[in-house]
């Protein structure tokens, strides 16, 4: 994230009327309906569904965020590379989707995409890992 010849980092809007609900206790099921292009309502369904050891729809819910997230990205200028700091609140949706999704891959043994999410993570921001309980890329 010190490259000054590399792209600027993406700072993604947010959706702050999702967010509010979910700050609000609302169910996230339901503001994933109301806002199906909220990440971060996919986040917190998929980390349930981990806490729950439903790795299968963990995953499904994961995907589904990880991809909303790629297109708010995309709409914010990111190529498929370049900074997505955690420190960034909004940015958090997306890359908690990411997590979410690696260790459901990794619960259902698909090794290549577990890699894959981590270093989707390692590229966005080198820290996400551990801020989201990750291992460390041991770089």
């Known amino acids: ?22 700050d609000a206790a609302e169910n996230p099921s339901i503001v994933a309906a109301a806002h199906p292009s909220a990440s971060i309502a996919w986040a917190l369904l998929a980390e349930e569904a981990l806490d729950d ?10 995907r589904t965020g990880y ?47 577990y890699q894959r999410c981590l270093d989707l993570l390692d590229d966005c921001d080198p820290s996400a890992r551990g801020h989201l309980g990750l291992p460390s890329s041991g770089v």
């Not at 994230?1 to 009327?17: F, I, Q, S, T």
């Not at 700091?85 to 891959?105: D, I, M």
């Open 67 to 113: 991809h909303r997230g790629l297109d708010q990205l995309r709409r914010s200028g990111w190529k498929g590379f370049g900074p997505v700091p955690y420190s960034h609140e909004p940015n958090r949706g997306f890359l908690r989707c990411v997590a979410a999704l690696a260790r459901a891959a990794d619960a259902i043994g698909e090794t290549p995409e």
């Open 53 to 62: 050891d439903k790795a299968v729809t963990a995953y499904a819910y994961a």
């Open 1 to 22: 994230m010190g490259d000054l010849l590399g792209p600027e980092p993406v700072l993604l809007p947010g959706d702050p009327a999702a967010e509010a609900e979910l």
